[in-house]
C-alpha cells in the first residue's frame, strides 16, 4: 500500500500537469486560426490603401528615370554636358535606382513594356495592368512638365524622334523590347535567379539598349518616355505610334521566349508581389510547430516527474 500511493499521486501529478498545458496550448491554435482568418479577409479600405501606394509607387519610379533620361538628353542635345553614351549609362542607372528603392513597394515596372508583357505572359494579374500603366504615364508627364521648367529645351519639350525611317525605327525599338524583357522576365520569373541583382540586371539592359539602338530610332524603349513629353506638348506626330507598339510587340515575344526556356518548376511570384494569404500560412505553420514542439518537451517533462515520483515512492 505504501508503495502504490505515490505511484497513484505521481500518475495523477503528470497527468494533470499534461491535461493542464494541452488546455492552454491548444486554444491559442484556435486563436491563431481565427486571427489568420479574419487578417485573410481583407477589409475594402486596407485593399484601396495597397492600391494607392503601388500606384504611388510606380508614379514615382517612372518619374524618376523619365526625368533623368529626359534632362540628360536636354544637356546632350543642348549644351553638350553629356554624350549618348553618358545619356545611355545615365538611363539605366536611373531605373536601377528606381527597382533597388521602390521595387519592394510596388515591383517597379516603371515601363508599360514590363507590364504589357508581364501580364501577356500570365505573371501579372489583368486587373492591376490598367492602374500600372496608368501610373506610368503620370509619372512620365510631370517629369516632362518638371524638365520643361527647369532645363527649359529651345525647342520646347523633348519629343523623341526617329533618327532613320519609321520600319528601321520599328524594328530597333522591337528589338529594344525584346531585350528587355528578356533580361527582366529572367530575374522576376524564374526561381533560380538572384533576386537582388534584379536592379542591376534590368538596368545594364537599359544601358545596353539606349547605347545601342538610340542612334537608329532615338532611344524610345519605354512608352512613358515619349507619350509623357507628347502629352505634356500635346504633339503626337513624328511616328509616335512606333514608339508605343514596338516595344510592347518586342516585349511579348522576350517574356514568352524566356517562358519557353525555363524551368516548369521553377516559375515563382512577381517580385515583391508574395500575397498575403502565403505569408499568414507561414507563419501559422511556423508557429503551430513551435507550439507542439514545446508541448511535447513538456510532457516529457510532466512524464520525467512521473517516473523520479514513482522511483521514489517504490524506495519508500
Known sequence: MANSTPEFNSYNISSEVANSLTEQLLPADKTSKDQIVSQDEESPLASIVELLRKFAGETMASFLVVFTVCAVSVNFSGYGAATSLATSLLGGLAV????????????????PTVTVAQTAVNHFPLRLAPMYVIAHLVGGTLASFLVELLCAPEDGFLLVTPNSSLL??????????????????SVYTDARAIGEFAG???????????????PVSGGGVNPARALGPAIAAWNFDNGLWVFIVAPCCGGVLGAFLYRLLRKGDSITKFK????????????????????????????????????????FGSSV
Open 200 to 214: 542591376m540586371a534590368v538596368g545594364t539592359a537599359i544601358a545596353i539598349d539606349l547605347a545601342v539602338i538610340g
Open 96 to 111: 536601377m535606382v528606381s527597382i533597388f528603392s521602390i521595387g519592394h513597394v510596388s515591383g517597379s515596372h516603371i515601363n
Open 168 to 185: 528601321r525605327s520599328f524594328f530597333a525599338e522591337m528589338l529594344g523590347g525584346f531585350m528587355l524583357l528578356f533580361v527582366a522576365s
Open 272 to 311: 515583391y508581389q508574395k500575397s498575403t494569404d502565403a505569408i499568414l500560412r507561414s507563419s501559422n505553420s511556423t508557429s503551430r510547430s513551435l507550439r507542439h514542439r514545446n508541448l511535447s518537451l513538456l510532457r516529457n517533462q510532466s512524464i520525467s516527474q512521473h517516473n523520479a515520483v514513482s522511483n
